[in-house]
């Protein structure tokens, strides 16, 4: 069983930066493929950004690209996802999620074992 955590949510304004943190249980973190998620009101869960368990290997949504950057600590079992110039559109509940049979992230939401239960991100224009 793993247990997720995420913490950072909060209010900015546009332009702003704030850094998401997922703080996961079990000994084997490392060997996980982790992924950071949103949901706006009345949209489906979409993927914002991966990264192996090695954190050599990072993917992104487009719309985010260059704005976010994923990254990993394992030996503190945490990922994180800082995210700059924030948008309007970036409001939503982002949540962690990890993929315990692989080392690799995915885009696919139905591909990943656990979540956690999400933080609120809202960015005034």
């Known amino acids: 069983q793993v247990q997720l955590a995420e913490s950072g949510g909060g209010l900015v304004q546009a332009g702003g930066s704030l850094r998401l943190s997922c703080a996961a249980s079990?000994?084997?973190?490392?060997?996980?493929?982790m992924g950071w998620f949103r949901q706006a009101p009345g949209k489906e869960r979409e993927f914002v950004a991966g990264?192996?368990?090695?954190?050599?290997?990072?993917s992104y949504k487009d719309s985010v690209e260059g704005r976010f950057a994923i990254s990993r600590d394992n030996a503190k079992n945490t990922v994180y996802l800082q995210m700059n110039s924030l948008k309007a559109e970036d409001t939503a509940v982002y949540y962690c999620a990890a993929r315990t049979r692989t080392p690799y992230s995915s885009r696919y939401q139905g591909e990943y074992d656990y979540w956690g239960q999400g933080t609120q991100v809202t960015v005034s224009s």
């Open positions: 079990g000994r084997t973190f490392s060997s996980f493929g």
């Open positions: 990264i192996a368990g090695s954190g050599s290997i990072t």
